[in-house]
T-cell receptor, first 114, second 112 residues
Framework: GENVEQHPSTLSVQEGDSAVIKCTYSDSASNYFPWYKQELGKRPQLIIDIRSNVGEKKDQRIAVTLNKTAKHFSLHITETQPEDSAVYFCAASNLNSGTYKYIFGTGTRLKVLA | DADVTQTPRNRITKTGKRIMLECSQTKGHDRMYWYRQDPGLGLRLIYYSFDVKDINKGEISDGYSVSRQAQAKFSLSLESAIPNQTALYFC???????????FGPGTRLTVL
């Protein structure tokens, strides 16, 4: 079945360093890839997304890259800050299917050490 | 602000009890979803609905049922709760373009 693998499961970085989280999807029909951030005790919230017709998207300190051939996409956070500490989830979806179901990765717990 | 709300926020129940979790939204979205979150397993889809007449099973629907009472309300029921249904449950909504799913605050369910 459809699957999204996410690595690493935990990631610790020093404040100011960069963090990279990687995901691999199995369904080649996937064409929409959102990233959600979940702070402790809070709901997941969308932080950035990318569609399959572009290879990279940036929004201030965060960026997402997509390699359709390899079916990989990654989240990059630069100049990390303590408030970046959270669990991050990647997801894949086929918006052409009409169902708009997301298949989520298992999450990455990011800790930014001051 | 338009929002997604869930009740109750926390619930402790016993094995074999019937329980209902409720989700309401004021976003005007037609699509609604129920997810379950377990540590290390991410968010897994239980059921989803496009409108009051359309209900679909997700990847882990066994042991659960749903009801879409109105466009704004989507309820999840556990007919006979069991301990391995202890989890954090999220409702989510999206519009007809499906670009972003908006999550409710979650319901923490414990089955003893």
């Amino acid at each position: 079945g459809e699957n999204v693998e996410q690595h690493p499961s935990t990631l610790s970085v020093q404040e100011g360093d960069s963090a990279v989280i990687k995901c691999t999807y199995s369904d080649s029909a996937s064409n929409y890839f959102p990233w959600y951030k979940q702070e402790l005790g809070k709901r997941p919230q969308l932080i950035i997304d990318i569609r399959s017709n572009v290879g990279e998207k940036k929004d201030q300190r965060i960026a997402v890259t997509l390699n359709k051939t390899a079916k990989h996409f990654s989240l990059h956070i630069t100049e990390t800050q303590p408030e970046d500490s959270a669990v991050y989830f990647c997801a894949a979806s086929n918006l052409n299917s009409g169902t708009y179901k997301y298949i989520f990765g298992t999450g990455t717990r990011l800790k930014v050490l001051a | 602000d338009a929002d997604v709300t869930q009740t109750p926020r926390n619930r402790i129940t016993k094995t074999g009890k019937r329980i209902m979790l409720e989700c309401s939204q004021t976003k005007g979205h037609d699509r609604m979803y129920w997810y379950r979150q377990d540590p290390g397993l991410g968010l897994r889809l239980i059921y989803y609905s496009f409108d009051v007449k359309d209900i679909n099973k997700g990847e882990i629907s066994d042991g659960y049922s749903v009801s879409r009472q109105a466009q704004a309300k989507f309820s999840l029921s556990l007919e006979s709760a069991i301990p391995n249904q202890t989890a954090l449950y999220f409702c989510a909504t999206s519009d007809s373009r499906g670009n972003e799913q908006f999550f409710g605050p979650g319901t923490r369910l414990t089955v003893l």
